[in-house]
């Protein structure tokens, strides 16, 4: 198997990743966390931002055609968590320091991308884990934006530092040899010698 053939076989583990990670949380609507972008995090920071972009794009489309079509407009967000995330391991590396940092950026990208969505289309629910703080902050400022956009952050802060510190932790214990096959500079693995 080629590298690109490989890239995009990992590319669609990504896929299927975000797709049973996330479908699970929501199922069992946990509170603060989501875990459907861990697969793109990881081909992000192992492949690079395009691939990233790639499987959090086509994750939502999938996911809105497979369960619930609101999922589709959310591919924005995705996509924009695969370039982040791209981006920054290629320059930065991805240890757990910058998967700390990256998971704080994406806390803030996110829900700055995802809360006018939510609220121009959804009217601020989306019948996930974080409507009961939704709902609470609803009535406490009465203002619908802002109680999506702080609902969202307090969400992603957990979800997003958790699924980059994970995504840490898998891309460490992945041999040289097999990372070295997508073509990543070694700097992406921060930490190897």
């Known amino acids: 198997m080629n590298n690109k053939s490989l890239a995009l076989t990992m590319a669609a583990l990504g896929i299927v990743v975000n797709l049973v990670l996330g ?14 972008t861990v697969g793109t995090i990881f081909v992000a920071a192992v492949l690079g931002p395009v691939y990233g ?41 991805f240890d757990y320091w910058i998967a700390l940092l990256t998971g704080l950026i994406l806390a803030i990208v996110a829900p ?6 939510v609220v121009w289309l959804f009217g601020g629910v989306t019948g996930g884990g974080i ?21 969202r952050i307090t969400g992603n802060l957990v979800d997003k530092v958790a699924s980059c510190l994970f995504v840490a932790f898998v ?18 693995y921060a930490g190897d010698n």
């Open 23 to 36: 479908t699970t949380v929501a199922m069992l609507k946990i509170p603060l966390l989501f875990l459907d």
């Open 53 to 93: 972009a790639m499987a959090g794009g086509l994750t939502n489309l999938i996911q809105g055609m497979i369960t619930n079509p609101a999922n589709i407009p959310f591919a924005l967000v995705n996509i924009v968590i695969g370039i982040v995330v791209g981006l920054i391991a290629r320059r930065y590396g």
């Open 112 to 117: 700055l991308i995802g809360t006018p969505i």
């Open 131 to 151: 409507d009961f703080v939704f709902a609470w902050l609803l009535n406490s400022t009465q203002n619908i934006f802002e109680a999506a956009f702080i609902s």
């Open 171 to 188: 891309i460490r214990r992945l041999s040289a040899k097999i990372r070295s096959r997508f073509g990543a500079p070694k700097k992406v």
